[in-house]
């Protein structure tokens, strides 16, 4: 047991060697109570971090194993249903985007399968590129994909041999892993061990790909040769359901009561799938699926009740959307016998995405997100039909109609099976639905400790903020504790930067050197010199929220979140929103003088102007926004980021500029304040 904590928290070697007295059999007196008070602590500790967890249990706790063996009696029954709506559904597509789905699988029908050499998998490791192999991988998949959807809207046989060649190819890979996750191996290569497979996120996603292609296929590949379907069906058991059945170690499961993330409903979603699409044996069927049960549990229990999903809008898609596409497989697969979508918690978890939406496809940033995104339409639909919520099935409907038509959509997913199959499923009833954003007036998220407001309900026009407190150790995390956000009519001003291309560096050791993830490059002080410091433990502190008729308050103490170093005792952060300006006071309170605190503004406007007491933002729209500080307390120096990164470019432009006030007045107390006001 004693190793088991070792190894799974990563105890230092002190804490190791204490263990190692309590084991000798002739320590002294004062090293063995020592040894014991510090164990102590540890246990404590270990035992806070993991009770913080709910225990609902929803999905394990709904049915015994052998009441889901029964409640899956009905699988073939369930498999033949959907296998002859998906046909009947693609066929009732309106013939001008039948045609071009078509046209599409031409495109494909002389493609040469090109290799994935081991150079190109190796460059993760030789120097931390991810992206060659990834984007090579694919293009494969989405080449399969186009190749299936022609094939099933046709329906001549005309696309099968290079569907063939494409599953073919995708079975004689090495692994269905990504190389930026063989960590998951017993022991990391390079190159992935041929005596070990491993389920992650790529596995997932094309398993997801494979299980679709047979279900859907299997009769006409079986018809050129019985080996296709049966060589599907051996990769699937190999590399995804049988190491899924032996192994409870991959930290996405959540077996070992480590923290999950979107990994979990994600990847047991594309297993889920699998185990129903392709399995023929009952009770192998019926040990997959609880034991996704069971993982799904894990994940289910450590959301905080207001649903707010602390990886960040961007990650919603990958979390909470693909939950409820868990969900809805399994209440579908039981013939409705386990259903959990209609507990509240749910519903909060699909309400989160439109309540960070700003305006069109523009949503909060915060965390590793883009600042501008589509998140999955399936998903948000789906969270309306289970709660009987009108405002997420017309969101829904809103980006499905962005181009005019709802389906136009399935150009979208032309190369992408999955996604296709997810819209075609609710089409029927998305295209009769009015599109419409709710740009909700307000949300506070108490356990995130993330707010939204505007203006005016409805509409962009105005002034928009967003702002957070929270912790700098939340999946995905920024060292951004009081970092917030200023909109101008659905323009950005004040800016959190989000999260550039990753690298081998984004999820190492290195990630803090990486200046997107830098509290210095968020809208936060530093503070003798020290930035924010990453951990759980850096957290806001008397977070305390106010809504009045005309005014809505978001106050905390952010000191806690900046390492001893930094010398502060108190940092109240403090944001006034009053419908037309944003007010920003600062009360601090210091150990030490060494330098200067600085406070960052973070823009990607680059026609910047200081005159007197006013910094004026003016972007090529005419959407402005001023900012008033006092030059006795503040000097002010504008600092210009050349971009680089192609995700950052495509995002920002080719650079941002940082605003930077530096203290004057050199006090161990004082405050400050900034108004920003929207100019007309």
């Not at 225990?55 to 073939?76: E, H, K, P, V, Y």
């Not at 058991?237 to 899924?244: A, F, K, M, Q, T």
């Not at 007010?583 to 503004?601: G, Q």
Request: hydrophobic residues 35%; contains cysteine.
């Amino acid at each position: 047991m004693l190793k088991y904590l070792l190894n799974r928290n990563k105890i230092n070697l002190k804490t190791k060697k204490v263990i190692f007295y309590l084991h000798n059999p002739q320590p002294n007196f004062k090293m063995k109570t020592k040894a014991l008070s510090y164990l102590l602590v540890i246990f404590t500790l270990l035992l806070t971090s993991h009770s913080s967890f709910a225990q609902r249990n929803w999905l394990s706790g709904s049915a015994s194993f052998a009441q889901l063996a029964t409640d899956l009696n009905g699988i073939d029954q369930w498999r033949s249903d959907l296998k002859k709506s998906i046909l009947n559904d693609i066929q009732e597509l309106p013939s001008d985007i039948k045609q071009k789905l078509i046209e599409n699988g031409e495109k494909y029908l002389h493609y040469d399968w090109p290799a994935l050499p081991a150079t190109q998998f190796l460059e993760f490791a030789e120097n931390g590129n991810r992206s060659d192999y990834e984007n090579s991988l694919g293009k494969r998949r989405a080449v399969l994909s186009a190749l299936v959807i022609a094939e099933l809207t046709e329906n001549k046989g005309r696309f099968i041999p290079q569907i063939i060649n494409g599953i073919w190819a995708t079975c004689e890979e090495s692994t269905w892993a990504l190389p930026a996750h063989l960590s998951l191996q017993h022991h990391y290569t390079a190159l992935p061990d041929p005596g070990e497979n491993i389920v992650d996120l790529g596995d997932g996603m094309t398993t997801a790909l494979i299980s679709w292609t047979y279900f859907l296929l299997k009769d006409r590949l079986g018809n050129v040769t019985p080996v296709l379907p049966q060589r599907i069906r051996y990769e699937l058991e190999r590399r995804v359901i049988s190491p899924y059945l032996q192994r409870d170690d991959f930290w996405w499961m959540g077996f070992h009561g480590q923290r999950v993330n979107n990994w979990n409903p994600w990847v047991n979603q594309n297993v889920l799938l699998t185990s129903l699409l392709t399995e023929t044996d009952k009770d192998r069927i019926d040990s997959t699926v609880y034991r996704t049960m069971q993982s799904v549990d894990f994940f289910i229990n450590q959301y905080p009740g207001d649903g707010g999903c602390d990886e960040g809008p961007a990650y919603w898609s990958h979390a909470g959307g693909e939950l409820i596409t868990y969900l809805e497989l399994l209440r579908g697969s039981t013939n409705g016998k386990i259903n959990i979508t209609d507990r509240p918690l749910i519903c909060n978890i699909g309400r989160y995405i439109y309540k960070m939406n700003i305006d069109k496809n523009s949503f909060v940033d915060f965390a590793d997100a883009h600042p501008y995104l589509t998140p999955s339409i399936s998903s948000i639909f789906k969270f309306g039909e289970a709660c009987e919520d009108d405002t997420m099935k017309q969101f829904a409907a809103y980006f499905a109609q962005q181009e005019g038509n709802a389906a136009n959509k399935f150009l979208r997913d032309k190369n992408n099976l999955p996604s296709f199959i997810d819209y075609l499923q609710i089409y029927p009833e998305i295209k009769n639905i009015r599109p419409n954003e709710p740009l909700m007036k307000l949300a506070w998220f108490p356990d995130l400790q993330v707010l939204t407001v505007r203006s005016k309900a409805g509409t962009a026009e105005g002034l928009f903020m967003a702002a957070k407190g929270g912790t700098n150790g939340e999946s995905h995390n920024h060292n951004d504790v009081g970092n917030f956000i200023i909109y101008v009519n659905g323009q950005p001003k004040i800016i959190d930067i989000g999260v550039g291309t990753y690298t081998r560096e984004t999820f190492s050791k290195d990630r803090y050197k990486i200046f997107t993830m830098q509290s210095a490059w968020h809208n936060l002080p530093s503070i003798n010199g020290t930035m924010q410091h990453e951990g759980l433990q850096y957290r806001a502190g008397d977070v305390h929220f106010s809504n009045q008729k005309n005014e809505t308050e978001l106050s905390m103490n952010i000191a806690g979140a900046y390492p001893k170093e930094a010398g502060v005792k108190s940092w109240i952060r403090f944001l006034d929103f009053r419908g037309n300006e944003v007010v920003l006071h600062e009360k601090y309170e210091l150990e030490k003088y060494d330098t200067a605190f600085t406070l960052s503004l973070i823009t990607p406007v680059q026609n910047i102007q200081v005159k007197g007491t006013h910094i004026i933002l003016n972007d090529e729209n005419g959407n402005g926004i001023s900012i008033q500080f006092d030059p006795k307390h503040f000097n002010v120096k504008i600092e210009n980021k050349a971009l680089t990164d192609p995700a950052l470019q495509h995002s920002w432009g080719k650079s941002l500029n940082r605003i930077l006030l530096a203290d004057k007045l050199h006090k161990l107390k004082g405050n400050h304040t900034l108004l920003f006001q929207e100019i007309k």
